[in-house]
């Protein structure tokens, strides 16, 4: 099966530090790949769109200076948080699309999540 | 505004019963659908992908869709602790490759021993 491995899981860092969180598929390539964001028994809320060599589509509200999305290959993206601020401690994941081929049809796999802290 | 509609539950079960989770789809032009499943403080695991009308099974689990009444379900037989999780249903809007799927804000169920 398609994984997406995503590090660290677990991050805890002080008030305005930045943060990078890194997505990778590892046996699939995905033009596209997608953050999301969930607190404490909330749903999941999609924060950008990441498609490789170009920038990063946000969704409204999430702010594009604070959440730097790079996504360089067909393999890796990455989320950084700047600046972090404990409002920002949550739980993030990432998903990936796969190309083409059997594991296409629009599936989207997810990584394990980063859960971040901020003191 | 392509929506997903679940109902939140909880939806208890007692172990060993069928589990029945309904979805609705708001946009007909929608492509494919996927359940998802998601434990507590974990990310969502793909469950199920169905792409056609009618009844799709793996193992415990069977998808049913309904393109014209915009409805998609799980059930999930002989129902386990295990199985307690919230579930996600998500739809591929018909839009573009680069479209993330639209989900649902997820059913929880609680299956009892």
């Known amino acids: 099966g398609a994984v997406v491995s995503q590090h660290p899981s677990r991050v805890i860092c002080k008030s305005g530090t930045s943060v990078k969180i890194e997505c990778r598929s590892l046996?699939?390539?995905?033009?596209?790949m997608f953050w999301y964001r969930q607190f404490p028994k909330k749903s999941l809320m999609l924060m950008a769109t990441?498609?490789?060599?170009?920038?990063?589509?946000?969704e409204q509200g999430v702010e594009k200076d604070k959440f730097l999305i790079n996504h360089a290959s067909l393999t890796l993206s990455t989320l950084t948080v700047t600046s972090a601020h404990p409002e920002d401690s949550s739980f993030y994941i990432c998903?990936?699309?796969?190309?083409?081929?059997?594991?296409?049809?629009?599936?989207?796999?997810f990584g394990a999540g980063t859960r971040l802290s901020v003191l | 505004q392509k929506e997903v509609e679940q109902n939140s539950g909880p939806l208890s079960v007692p172990e060993g019963a069928i589990a029945s989770l309904n979805c609705t789809y708001s946009?007909?032009?929608?492509?494919?659908f996927f359940w998802y499943r998601q434990y507590s403080g974990k990310s969502p695991e793909l469950i199920m992908s169905?792409?056609?009308?009618g009844d799709k099974e793996d193992g415990r689990f069977t998808a049913q869709l309904n393109k014209a009444s915009q409805y998609v379900s799980l059930l999930i037989r002989d129902s386990q602790p295990s199985d307690s999780a919230t579930y996600l249903c998500?739809?591929?809007?018909?839009?573009?490759?680069?479209?993330?799927?639209?989900f649902g804000k997820g059913t929880r169920l609680s299956v009892i021993a």
């Open positions: 998500a739809v591929f809007p018909r839009l573009s490759g680069n479209t993330p799927l639209v």
């Open positions: 998903s990936a699309r796969p190309l083409d081929g059997d594991l296409a049809k629009n599936i989207q796999y």
């Open positions: 946009d007909r032009g929608s492509q494919s």
């Open positions: 046996d699939f390539q995905a033009t596209t």
């Open positions: 169905i792409y056609s009308n």
């Open positions: 990441s498609n490789e060599g170009s920038k990063a589509t946000y």
